[in-house]
């Protein structure tokens, strides 16, 4: 048996040298360049092509390279196939930071200071405290349900919003579409933190700005498929929306005509609110191929009706 490394050729390099560390036995090979495609049982994939499954006639399970599994095509891959995510600790911590420094640099107007700085204005600005600051988090997964807890620890008032009930210590939990509203109503910012699914595709449109208080600040980090782009433009143009701080993207790099680029409230991040650490998350992939081999259930493994 082999395993398969379907990535990015810098990042499949550091994977191999890792995964051999603990299974100096088994043959780590990355795609295209695959002695065998029929000894392949086990596939490491980020972002792979959308056939990439068809190559191996014997793959049993798909280990994502990260926290999501919607760049592995789940819609198309056949039933016996079983899909894995990674979760990381250090994701969760990179995640919370990034969301905090957004929710920071939003609340003591840094984009405003910057601009002023550029005309050598100097003009003080109100800005608000983390105690009077109302945050709503959208989804409340491994990710989201630890970034809305640290939160409170630090004293910001914390909704969350999910698909199924959620019980998180200082945390106001809402759950299905009817309580949308409950869930965003007095908050000032909208955290995007859920996984991409059928139900979730488009969620951040104007239908859901249309329900937020005027001038509510949106942070996108969980997928680009989560956001309708030209309503966000409207919704800023509209004052619906007075910032957005957004690190996902329908097409990534964003193209250099897009115009998010043009538009002073829209802070551009290039997809770094967190990344796969290789070193904390390489036994997670090394015990997912162990208990593959001897019949085990899978760490982490992913319904294929759920997507998440």
Known sequence: MSIALILNRARAEEWKV??????PEIKVEIFPEIENYDAVEFALCWKPEADYYTHFPNLKVIQSGGAGIDHLFPKSISSHLRICRIIDP??????????????MHSMKKFSAYINE????HWQPLLYKSIGETRVTILGLGEIGGYVAERLVQLGFNVNGWANSPKNLKGVNSFTGMNRLRSALEDTDFM???LPLTDATKGILSCDLFNLCPKETVLVNVGRGEHLVESDLLDAIDGKKIAEAYLDVFHQEPLPQDHPFWDCPSIV???HVASRTNIGSSVLQVVDNYRRMVDGR???????????Y
């Open 90 to 103: 250090s994701l969760k911590s990179d995640m919370f930071e990034h969301v905090l420094t957004c929710l």
């Open 18 to 23: 890792e995964i051999n560390k603990y299974l």
């Open 268 to 270: 551009i991040t290039p």
């Open 117 to 120: 700085k550029e005309k050598k």
């Open 191 to 193: 955290v995007n933190i």
């Open 297 to 307: 259930p899978l760490l982490n493994e992913v319904s294929l009706q759920k997507g």
